[in-house]
Structure formats: C-alpha cells, structure tokens
C-alpha cells in the first residue's frame, strides 16, 4: 500500500470513530468515540441531569449533541472518549454517492398553501392580546443515493465556508438505522466562557446573486425591507428578555447590520452579556432560549402548536440546538439550520422561512428552496439531483 493510500485509509477509520464535530473560525472540536451518554431526557431537566453528570465525570470532560425542536421531546449528548481541536485534513479520494433521486415534501405548492393558511390565522387574531405574530414554516426536501453518503467528505465541504459553523452530530438510531445530523449553521445560539456570553440572532434573508451588482442591490433591499426588519427584531427581542434574568450587563454593542453565508444574506444582531452568576452552564441557557422566533415564532408556544399542524413532517432534531458544553460550564450552541439528517444512503434536508404579516407566500418558497443550496452544493448536486 502507497503512502497516499494508507492516507486515505487512515482518514477513513477516524472518519468511523468520530462521534461529533464543530468546526468553524471560532475554532474545531472533535470528539472520537463514545465514552458515555448523558441520560436523556427534555428542557425542564436538563439542568439537573447536566449537574449531577459532571459531578461524577469531572470539570474537565466535555460532552456534545443536539435538543430537539420540541421542548418535552429527549435530547441527546454524548461524551466522547477522546476530544481534540484541530480540523481533520481532507481525504484525498472522494467517494461518489452516484445518482441521485429527490423528493420534496411538501411540494413547493403545498408549502405555499401552508403559508397562506398561517397568514390567514395572523389576519384572524389581529388585535387579541396573544395574537400570532410570526412563525416559521419549513419544509424538506429527501435526496436518495445509489451509495451510502460519506460523511467525512460532506462534514469537509460544508467546513469550506468561513461565515458558517459546520456540524455532526449522532442521533438516536430509526427502525434499526443509525442517524447523523449535518449541517453548516450561520446562526450562534450562544457561547460562554466564564462569565461572558454571546448570542447572534439572525432572522431575514435574500439569496446571493453571482453577479456582484446584483448581490449588492439584493443586500441593499433587505436592509431595507420593513417586513425583514420586524422578523429580525423580533428574534432580538425574545433572545435580550430571556438573557436579561441571567445578566448583570446586556447589550448590542452594533445593532442591526447585514451578515451572509456563501449563499445567503441575512440580518445579524451581535448581543454580548455578563452573567449574574458564572456557573450556570451554556447548554442551560441555551435550552432556556431555544427554540427562538427565528425558527418557531412568536407566541413560542402557540406557535409550535401550529407548526406541528401545518408541516407535514416533524422536525426531530431540526430547529433545535447542537453543540458542546464543558464541566466548567462554558461551550457554544448553534442553532439548528441548514443542516440534513442523513442515514445510509438517505438525507433529509430542511428550510424554514419567517412569516409575518405582509409575507409572500411564493417568495418565502422560494427562499426556502435558496437554503437548500449550501447542502445541495457539499453533496455534490443541483436542485434536480444532478451532479456538480
């Protein structure tokens, strides 16, 4: 065996070990092998499961994995045998996945119908103390392979774009099939380390453009769009009142301001905080804010009641919360966007879009068809399942 060939095998076996990663300009972390599993349970617990695990582990174990959408549904974390910080290098043989079938659900239609069924709850209870405000509406799209999907290559491509956070995750084991969830997140939940936090909500979006002008006016009109504005802020709003209990100082030092992804615009708000008390765990505050109105809405309750009404497949592990969390309590959590559950030779993918009033039904469509791009893109194909 040549040394290039003993390379990629090598890859491969890590590739096999790895239990999660997080990867991005902030840094990598990597967790090989299962160690031992934080016992699962939903958000009102988490606290005390979270304590009592690292009371028996120590301050210096780490453990990793991702909430679910739904609030009393289990989580599911990890403790990895073995966590490093430094990237993997790429394999220098790429596994092809072959030929691809796709099958979105619902149609893009059916989306629509969807959107205009929630604008029309909005229109109903305008007025009412508790009225429906926002609400985020997602859809997925299943991509099929001739070949089981190569997680190492798809966790590598999608680490190519600086803005965002690439992430793997296990999940819990379907009709005997194991699960991953991988994704490239724009969006930071929020970080702690000691007693400092940062969150960056994002809420409002336009597809990049290839040509340069046209990328320009299409920033340009979404700094400019009301109804983008009033989605964005109200993300803000609900992420400073939750955090507020929790801090002696909080603000937005920048305010509102444009960020983008390699294919996509959105509206970005940088919040930082010094806590009251440098204990309290991030994964703690993470699940306090999550799911926030940029993928649930406003009432929250109220507006994942309908969400479970409107979509007609349910979220799992989508729109909730990945990342990692230390015995010291300090760890980042991204919210769960842009991302697929793959199993085998499947991968389901995910988008949402905000609807408030004055929402288009056949634009938020077509932007959630725009968030597909970046998985499309690291899976090797087009929107019509060709490769690229």
Known sequence: MN??????????????????????????IRGLGMEAALQRGSAV?????????????GADAL????????????DYLWQASQVTKAPEPVPSAVRHAGRWLLRP???????????????AIMEAEKGQADALAKIVLARSLVAIAEHPIDLGMLLARLSIDPAITAFM??????????????????????SKAGGRISSHPLAGSARRQSDIAVDAAAAAALGRSDKDRREHQIVVEFILDTLAPYCRHLSRPEGMSLTSTRSMWHLGTRIVGELRDETVPAIVLAAALHPTPAVCGLPRDRAAQLIGQLEPHHRDFYAGTVGWCDG???????VTIRCAEISGCEARLYAGAG???????????????????????????DTQGARI
């Open 63 to 74: 453990i990793a994995g991702a909430l679910p959408f739904d609030r009393d549904a289990d």
């Open 169 to 190: 995750v296990p999940l819990p084991a379907k009709a005997g099939q194991s699960r991953a969830l991988v994704g490239a997140t724009p969006e930071l939940l929020l």
């Open 45 to 57: 617990c988490l606290g005390e499961r979270v304590g009592s695990f690292f009371s028996k582990v």
């Open 355 to 381: 609807i408030v009033p004055g929402s288009d039904p056949w634009a938020e469509a077509e932007e959630t068809g725009a968030k597909f791009g970046a998985l499309l893109a690291a899976l090797g194909i």
């Open 105 to 119: 659900e619902p149609e893009p239609a059916g989306y629509v119908a969807a959107v205009r069924r929630a604008l």
């Open 328 to 334: 010291r309590g300090d760890g980042a959590w991204y």
């Open 3 to 28: 040394a290039l060939a003993r390379k990629v095998v090598a890859a491969s076996a890590l590739q096999e070990d790895l239990l999660f990663a997080f990867q991005s300009r902030r840094g990598t």
